[in-house]
């Protein structure tokens, strides 16, 4: 089951409050500004800025 539309329109990304969309892989969130992914694991994204993975 993959992340929901509505989901991810509400999401945000916890360290700048900016938009989060789904890698190609959707197994992560990925931020764009802060340059971080936030990973989803059994369909859960993990939004914890420590679990968070540097993109860049």
Do not use: F, T
């Not at 500004?33 to 420590?50: G, T």
Request: negative net charge.
């Amino acid at each position: 089951m993959a992340i929901s539309k509505e989901l991810l329109n509400v999401l945000a990304c916890p360290k700048c409050k900016g938009g989060l969309h789904l890698n190609d892989a959707q197994d992560g969130l990925l931020c764009d500004a802060c340059k971080l992914r936030y990973p989803i694991k059994e369909d859960i994204p993990i939004m914890l800025i420590d679990e968070a993975e540097s993109v860049g």
